[in-house]
């Protein structure tokens, strides 16, 4: 059913100086499963971009693009997008990035820092805005509060087919964990899954994809 695939997964980082960057708490687990996964389904070709991680698929048919920061992501998930099937946006991309970078080591100085940020290319909605009739894009979500609500805006917004939402708490700490409890959310309704490994969570996640290519 499925030709080519893009998976992107891990964190972006975004320089500040050459020592320091700003990114987030991304191990890159899920994309990687969901790379396994494609593997294990016979996908003929799958595209994995990914920040800085060390979960990277092998596999036949697998080309991994390592990128380090959201505009490096969106140069790669842009050349391969006009011919992919299913695009799976994994990756926590950094919402911002610092407005200058500075050449030499920022020195410690007063207490206090202030540090000015530009926001990066949203690249889930960009990709909404581009996608085929017959193209299904996957987006991700992490939220703490009116997480299911959040989910659906961002699903409409987006032009998604398919938002897998993360309840970041203290019980579902999701970042760099070994399982996670997500919800399915479609145009059709929302469905809680029970907290299960990343790998098993894949194989659903994917089972759902499925279906809606049958649509």
Not at 32 to 37: I, R, T, V
Not at 132 to 138: L, M, T
Request: aromatic content about 6%; hydrophobic content about 40%; some cysteine.
């Amino acid at each position: 059913m499925f030709e080519r695939v893009i998976v992107t997964s891990g964190p972006t980082i975004e320089p500040i100086d050459p020592v320091r960057f700003i990114s987030n708490r991304s191990s890159g687990k899920s994309g990687f499963q969901l790379a396994s996964e494609a593997v294990k389904r016979g996908i003929e070709e799958i595209i994995f971009i990914s920040g800085p991680t060390c979960h990277m698929p092998t596999g036949t048919g697998v080309t991994v693009l390592p990128v380090e920061t959201a505009l490096e992501m969106r140069t790669q998930l842009f050349r391969y997008v006009d011919d992919a099937d299913v695009v799976i946006m994994a990756a926590a991309v950094s919402d911002y990035r610092a407005a200058l970078y500075s050449t030499g080591k920022i020195k410690k100085g007063p207490d206090t820092l202030t540090l000015q940020l530009v926001k990066n290319p949203d690249l889930l909605f960009e990709l909404g805005q581009e996608k085929r009739a017959d193209q299904i894009i996957v987006g991700y979500a992490a939220e703490t509060h009116d997480i299911l609500e959040n989910a659906r805006k961002k699903l409409k917004n987006k032009n998604l087919d398919l938002l897998v939402l993360n309840e970041i708490s203290s019980q579902n700490p999701v970042f760099g964990a070994e399982d996670n409890q997500v919800y399915l959310v479609t145009a059709e309704g929302s469905r809680r899954l029970e907290k299960m490994g990343k790998a098993t969570l894949a194989v659903t996640i994917w089972d759902e994809i499925y279906r809606l290519g049958r649509q």
